[in-house]
Protein backbone atom coordinates (compact mmCIF):
# COMPACT_ATOMS: atom_id res chain seq x y z
CA UNK A 1 0.00 0.00 0.00
CA UNK A 2 1.29 3.45 -1.13
CA UNK A 3 1.98 5.67 2.03
CA UNK A 4 3.32 9.26 1.79
CA UNK A 5 3.83 11.46 5.12
CA UNK A 6 5.03 14.99 5.19
CA UNK A 7 7.60 16.95 7.25
CA UNK A 8 9.39 20.11 7.92
CA UNK A 9 6.68 22.25 8.45
CA UNK A 10 6.48 25.31 10.60
CA UNK A 11 6.14 28.92 11.65
CA UNK A 12 8.38 31.49 10.29
CA UNK A 13 8.34 34.84 9.65
CA UNK A 14 8.86 36.93 6.14
CA UNK A 15 12.20 36.03 4.56
CA UNK A 16 13.01 32.82 6.14
CA UNK A 17 13.72 29.29 4.95
CA UNK A 18 11.47 25.72 5.64
CA UNK A 19 12.57 22.36 4.20
CA UNK A 20 9.72 19.95 3.70
CA UNK A 21 10.05 16.23 2.96
CA UNK A 22 8.01 13.69 1.63
CA UNK A 23 8.49 10.03 2.74
CA UNK A 24 7.05 7.13 0.44
CA UNK A 25 6.50 3.46 1.19
CA UNK A 26 4.93 0.83 -0.52
CA UNK A 27 6.42 2.09 -3.82
CA UNK A 28 9.38 1.35 -6.00
CA UNK A 29 10.35 5.00 -5.62
CA UNK A 30 11.69 5.13 -9.41
CA UNK A 31 9.25 4.66 -10.82
CA UNK A 32 7.07 7.77 -9.66
CA UNK A 33 6.66 11.25 -10.53
CA UNK A 34 6.34 13.22 -7.28
CA UNK A 35 4.85 16.51 -6.67
CA UNK A 36 3.61 19.25 -3.88
CA UNK A 37 0.70 20.82 -3.97
CA UNK A 38 -0.80 23.78 -1.43
CA UNK A 39 -4.11 25.02 -0.35
CA UNK A 40 -4.66 28.13 1.45
CA UNK A 41 -7.97 28.91 4.02
CA UNK A 42 -10.88 29.66 1.96
CA UNK A 43 -9.07 28.65 -1.61
CA UNK A 44 -8.59 25.73 -3.71
CA UNK A 45 -5.47 23.68 -3.83
CA UNK A 46 -2.87 24.55 -5.81
CA UNK A 47 0.16 23.31 -8.05
CA UNK A 48 3.52 24.39 -6.41
CA UNK A 49 6.38 22.61 -8.10
CA UNK A 50 6.62 18.51 -9.41
CA UNK A 51 9.15 16.07 -10.75
CA UNK A 52 8.96 14.08 -13.60
CA UNK A 53 10.48 10.27 -13.36
CA UNK A 54 10.68 9.85 -16.87
CA UNK A 55 12.80 13.76 -17.99
CA UNK A 56 13.28 14.85 -14.75
CA UNK A 57 11.61 17.44 -15.50
CA UNK A 58 11.05 19.72 -12.60
CA UNK A 59 8.13 22.95 -13.10
CA UNK A 60 7.69 25.24 -10.44
CA UNK A 61 4.48 27.33 -10.24
CA UNK A 62 5.26 31.13 -11.44
CA UNK A 63 4.69 32.56 -7.85
CA UNK A 64 7.29 30.34 -6.41
CA UNK A 65 10.11 30.74 -9.41
CA UNK A 66 13.28 31.36 -8.17
CA UNK A 67 12.37 31.15 -4.74
CA UNK A 68 11.16 26.85 -4.44
CA UNK A 69 12.85 23.97 -5.21
CA UNK A 70 12.49 20.84 -5.73
CA UNK A 71 14.21 17.52 -5.63
CA UNK A 72 13.81 13.63 -5.29
CA UNK A 73 16.18 11.33 -3.45
CA UNK A 74 15.47 7.73 -4.81
CA UNK A 75 18.23 6.41 -2.29
CA UNK A 76 16.00 7.95 0.73
CA UNK A 77 12.91 7.48 -1.49
CA UNK A 78 11.98 11.18 -0.12
CA UNK A 79 11.22 14.30 -2.17
CA UNK A 80 12.13 17.67 -0.79
CA UNK A 81 10.94 21.06 -0.97
CA UNK A 82 13.34 23.69 -0.69
CA UNK A 83 11.62 27.06 0.42
CA UNK A 84 13.22 30.54 0.50
CA UNK A 85 12.88 33.92 0.79
CA UNK A 86 8.74 32.63 2.52
CA UNK A 87 6.33 35.02 2.27
CA UNK A 88 3.06 35.03 4.14
CA UNK A 89 1.35 34.54 0.85
CA UNK A 90 2.74 30.97 0.96
CA UNK A 91 1.16 30.42 3.89
CA UNK A 92 -0.87 27.00 3.42
CA UNK A 93 -1.17 23.00 4.05
CA UNK A 94 1.49 21.67 1.98
CA UNK A 95 0.46 18.26 0.51
CA UNK A 96 2.73 16.01 -1.10
CA UNK A 97 1.70 13.87 -4.16
CA UNK A 98 2.29 10.87 -6.18
CA UNK A 99 2.06 9.23 -9.65
CA UNK A 100 2.99 6.47 -11.44
CA UNK A 101 1.59 7.56 -14.47
CA UNK A 102 1.30 10.80 -14.73
CA UNK A 103 1.74 12.48 -17.86
CA UNK A 104 3.99 15.60 -19.04
CA UNK A 105 0.89 18.03 -19.30
CA UNK A 106 -0.20 17.05 -16.22
CA UNK A 107 2.54 17.18 -13.73
CA UNK A 108 0.94 20.46 -12.93
CA UNK A 109 -2.80 18.70 -12.02
CA UNK A 110 -4.20 17.44 -9.31
CA UNK A 111 -5.93 14.65 -11.61
CA UNK A 112 -2.45 13.58 -12.37
CA UNK A 113 -2.07 12.27 -9.22
CA UNK A 114 -3.97 9.11 -7.13
CA UNK A 115 -1.75 9.09 -3.97
CA UNK A 116 -1.99 11.77 -1.40
CA UNK A 117 -0.20 12.57 1.87
CA UNK A 118 -2.32 14.29 5.03
CA UNK A 119 -0.25 17.54 4.51
CA UNK A 120 1.93 19.65 6.79
CA UNK A 121 1.49 22.99 7.83
CA UNK A 122 3.46 25.72 6.87
CA UNK A 123 2.84 29.64 8.16
CA UNK A 124 4.53 32.95 7.04
CA UNK A 125 4.46 35.89 9.57
CA UNK A 126 5.21 39.20 8.49
Known amino acids: QVQLAESGGGSVQAGGSLRLSCAAS????????MAWFRQAPGKEREFVAA????????PVADSVKGRFTISKDNAKKIVILQMNDLKPEDTALYYC???????????????????WGPGTQVTVSS
Open 51 to 58: ISQRTGSA
Open 26 to 33: GVTFTRYS
Open 97 to 115: AASQTVIMSQLRSQSGYNY
